[in-house]
């Protein structure tokens, strides 16, 4: 793959490709896109960026300031194996073209800074992350919402509710049951051939794979797996997988979704998130302490507990998320840390006594969250906890599912709501601008947004199930 600038060019010159996509996240976390004539680019669109309107992108640019450039990173370069023409995709980073900066709204912009941060506190000087996105693959998708009606559709050749389908033909009984959704053979699970492809295509591109599997609940949920990677890194990888999931979907006619909680009653999709820093070398969070772990280890753990209801505004970002962290689903609700503990937000995985295998696993997060601000913000609460050297408190070696009322009470649990989110991350968010990571703006632009656009418009209309509760009141 290329590493810099020259070695694009020279990869755009010796294919003869004459198109190159230009690839940007925005501020929800969708990615966007520009395609230029390889006449646009050259050295210096490395460095300076290429301009761009930015006024129309979510959350970001008024029109009388919208003049803005992506800067392509030349190590991000792979050919867009959907498009019809040969073309050359590059991630891009935003920069300001006023005064030459990165753009403080930009979220890779800010997963730069949260690395740097790091440095600069002499901790350490790799922060690595692994994320574990869940989805579904639906055969379809239909949703409406107006004045005087409200619904969505969503079905699966594998759902457990199509036993009954005349329409479908033979083979109905092999569709996996609520919650037993988990490692099937064919036939019951139907998308092996699609997972398949889905993963060696993310290969091609240059994700370092792993796995793939079925996941618990019925009607396609899936997961595929990757190595973990240098937070920007991990995060551009994500989107990769995003995209080529979908994408390799279309052309089987399904769709995916990450939606936390597509269905009702069964398993939603989280994004459990492996987490450790590193120094040069040497890793960091293996030591002495509770399940190999180093004090180090322990602090950061200390610095996600005490700032999870804060952490959740970014990893858990939307109202569907919080259909997911609800008691009895496997959903980590319940803010305490285990060795192998499911139950618990925080896990510590069996991964042996290697050092550079020791780290945590956030498994709160979902992957309707923006990967650049969630990976930094994990960052900066764990960075904050070494820093002032928070007590993370007794682990919770026993199944949380099993306590009493009154033990359970004792354990902090997350936030019922984005809006409860939102305001924990009001109250608690100077870990997030101590270094410069995040700035102040963009934190109350992040709320503002969240309430004007997701929490308010989910406030003021009618819930389908509403009318079946109370339409003979």
């Known amino acids: 793959m290329p590493q810099t600038a020259a070695d694009v060019l020279k990869m755009i010159q010796d294919q003869d490709i004459q198109l190159i996509d230009l690839k940007f996240i925005d501020l929800p976390g969708i990615w ?3 395609t230029v004539h390889r006449s646009q680019i050259d050295e210096s669109s490395f460095a300076d960026g290429v301009a761009f309107d930015g006024s129309s992108i979510r959350g970001w640019k008024a029109i009388n300031e919208s003049d803005m450039m992506m800067v392509p990173d030349p190590e991000s370069a792979w ?18 073209p006023r005064t030459g900066e990165l753009y403080e709204r930009c979220p890779r912009a800010i997963a730069s800074k949260a690395i740097d941060y790091l440095k600069s506190t002499g901790i350490g000087d790799t922060a690595y992350f692994g994320p574990e996105a869940e989805f579904f693959v639906f055969d379809d998708v239909r949703f409406d919402q107006t004045e005087n009606s409200s619904y969505y559709y969503v079905d699966s050749v594998e759902g457990r509710w199509n036993t009954g389908r005349e329409e479908e033909g033979g083979n109905l009984g092999y569709k ?7 490692f099937p053979v064919a036939p019951t699970d139907t ?11 993310m290969a091609e591109l240059g994700v370092p794979i792993e796995k793939h599997h079925h996941e618990v609940a019925t009607g396609g949920q899936c997961e595929l797996g990757f190595r973990f990677g240098k937070l920007v890194q991990a995060a551009d990888w994500l989107m990769i997988y995003k995209y080529c999931i979908k994408n390799v979907a279309k052309k089987y006619g399904r769709s995916v979704t990450f939606m936390p909680k597509p ?16 120094n040069g070398d040497q890793p960091l969070f293996g030591g002495d302490q509770y399940a190999g772990l180093s004090q180090m280890a322990l602090w950061y753990i200390g610095g996600i507990l005490k ?8 990893t858990n970002p939307t109202t569907n998320s919080y259909k997911r962290l609800v008691p009895g689903f496997e959903a980590p609700v319940n803010l305490a840390y285990s060795q192998g503990n499911r139950s618990a937000s925080v896990r510590i995985p069996l991964s042996g006594d290697s050092p550079k295998a020791k780290r945590l696993e956030f498994r709160c997060p979902d992957a309707t969250s923006n990967p650049y601000l969630a990976f ?25 599912y099993d306590l009493s009322p009154e033990e359970l009470a004792k354990i902090p649990s997350t936030p019922g709501s984005l809006e409860e989110a939102l305001t924990a991350l009001e109250n608690d968010h100077e870990f997030l601008i101590t270094g410069g990571v995040f700035t102040a703006d963009f934190i109350q632009n992040w709320i503002e947004y969240k309430l004007d656009n997701e929490v308010l418009p989910m406030k003021l209309r009618p819930h389908p199930y509403e009318v079946a509760l109370y339409y003979d009141c």
Request: charged share 20%; glycine share 6%.
């Open 263 to 278: 269905l009702f009653n069964d398993n939603g999709s989280g994004m459990h998130t492996h987490q450790s820093i590193w």
């Open 79 to 96: 050919i867009d194996p959907f498009m019809q023409e040969p073309t050359l995709s590059l991630i891009c980073t935003i920069k300001e």
């Open 32 to 34: 966007q896109h520009l």
């Open 176 to 182: 996996p049951r609520y919650k037993e959704g988990y």
């Open 376 to 400: 930094a913000a994990m960052l900066c609460a764990g960075i904050d906890g070494i820093k002032n050297q928070i007590d993370p408190g007794s682990p919770l070696d026993v199944d949380i």
């Open 307 to 314: 700032h999870a209801p804060a952490l959740l505004a970014f």
């Open 191 to 201: 998308l092996q051939d699609m997972r398949s492809e889905m993963l060696l295509k």
